[in-house]
T-cell receptor
Framework: GESVGLHLPTLSVQEGDNSIINCAYSNSASDYFIWYKQESGKGPQFIIDIRSNMDKRQGQRVTVLLNKTVKHLSLQIAATQPGDSAVYFC??????????FGQGTELSVKP | DADVTQTPRNRITKTGKRIMLECSQTKGHDRMYWYRQDPGLGLRLIYYSFDVKDINKGEISDGYSVSRQAQAKFSLSLESAIPNQTALYFCASQGADTQYFGPGTRLTVL
């Protein structure tokens, strides 16, 4: 069946370091992927997206990489800050108008 | 002002009670969604609507019903609440591809 999963449930990084959060997906027909950030007590917030015809997309301090060969998605956060502490979800659009979400990775930034 | 709003933000109720959670969006989106989130888990889809006349069940629709009163409004009802429906509930609306989420409703069923 379809699934989107994350390799690590928790990630702890030092402030100023770069963070990498990984995600595996199983539906090769998915053509659109999104990363969301969810802070405690809040709804998921859109961070960045990427379409399947791209390998890389950059935003402000964030980069998403897509490897379709191994069905792998990653989110890189440069110079991680305390405000980046949150749970990060990847999601795939399975072309059925629905998003399938991964379990989430909790990012903790140490000062 | 927030684009997707949910009311109430918190609710405590008793087993067997009927509960309605409301969602409104000002983005003019046709597509709206209701999700449930349990601790340590991702989002699971309860119901979704592609327009006012189109309602679809998600993966965990049992025990829930929805109403799409207008393009901007999508409500979720628990006909007879049970304790395992205690969770965080999120509404979302979707533009082209991206879903935008409300702040959530924390529901506790005693």
């Amino acid at each position: 069946g379809e699934s989107v999963g994350l390799h690590l449930p928790t990630l702890s990084v030092q402030e100023g370091d770069n963070s990498i959060i990984n995600c595996a997906y199983s539906n090769s027909a998915s053509d659109y992927f999104i990363w969301y950030k969810q802070e405690s007590g809040k709804g998921p917030q859109f961070i960045i997206d990427i379409r399947s015809n791209m390998d890389k997309r950059q935003g402000q301090r964030v980069t998403v990489l897509l490897n379709k060969t191994v069905k792998h998605l990653s989110l890189q956060i440069a110079a991680t800050q305390p405000g980046d502490s949150a749970v990060y979800f990847c999601a795939e659009n399975n072309q059925g108008g629905k998003l399938i979400f991964g379990q989430g990775t909790e990012l903790s930034v140490k000062p | 002002d927030a684009d997707v709003t949910q009311t109430p933000r918190n609710r405590i109720t008793k087993t067997g009670k009927r509960i309605m959670l409301e969602c409104s969006q000002t983005k003019g989106h046709d597509r709206m969604y209701w999700y449930r989130q349990d601790p340590g888990l991702g989002l699971r889809l309860i119901y979704y609507s592609f327009d006012v006349k189109d309602i679809n069940k998600g993966e965990i629709s049992d025990g829930y019903s929805v109403s799409r009163q207008a393009q901007a409004k999508f409500s979720l009802s628990l006909e007879s609440a049970i304790p395992n429906q205690t969770a965080l509930y999120f509404c979302a609306s979707q533009g082209a591809d991206t879903q935008y989420f409300g702040p959530g409703t924390r529901l506790t069923v005693l």
